[in-house]
Nanobody, 120 residues
Framework: QVQLVESGGGVVQAGGSLRLSCAAS????????MGWYRQAPGKQRELVAD???????NYADSVKGRFTISRDNAKNTLYLQMNSLKPEDTAVYYC??????????????WGQGTQVTVSL
């Protein structure tokens, strides 16, 4: 059984910073791509940023220059440093990981989500 557990969400004023973490646990041979997604009320879930196992990164235009995605492969942990937060960044943030099991199958797992609220 694999679990992804996010932490680090909260309430912050516009212009502030937060750091999200997502720790993967369970029977894991390796982890391929990992990513952060977000879903605001009444909107579809959207990609915020993702990172390959080789640390190549990709960002949504709306967060480029403000957010930084990183990972610690030794700890099976994904991070999202969010700076210069705006009210429009308010959403539930989810992590996703493509995990390789002992049978070499690749399965996408999602975390339970963490709320980020940016106030004026």
């Amino acid at each position: 059984q694999v679990q992804l557990v996010e932490s680090g969400g909260g309430v912050v004023q516009a212009g502030g910073s937060l750091r999200l973490s997502c720790a993967a646990s369970g029977i894991i041979l390796s982890i391929n791509a990992m990513g952060w997604y977000r879903q605001a009320p009444g909107k579809q879930r959207e990609l915020v940023a993702d990172i390959t196992s080789g640390t190549r990164t990709n960002y949504a235009d709306s967060v480029k220059g403000r957010f930084t995605i990183s990972r610690d492969n030794a700890k099976n942990t994904l991070y999202l440093q969010m700076n210069s937060l705006k009210p429009e960044d308010t959403a539930v943030y989810y992590c996703k990981a493509r995990i390789i099991g002992l049978d070499y199958s690749a399965v996408d797992y999602w975390g339970q989500g963490t709320q980020v609220t940016v106030s004026l």
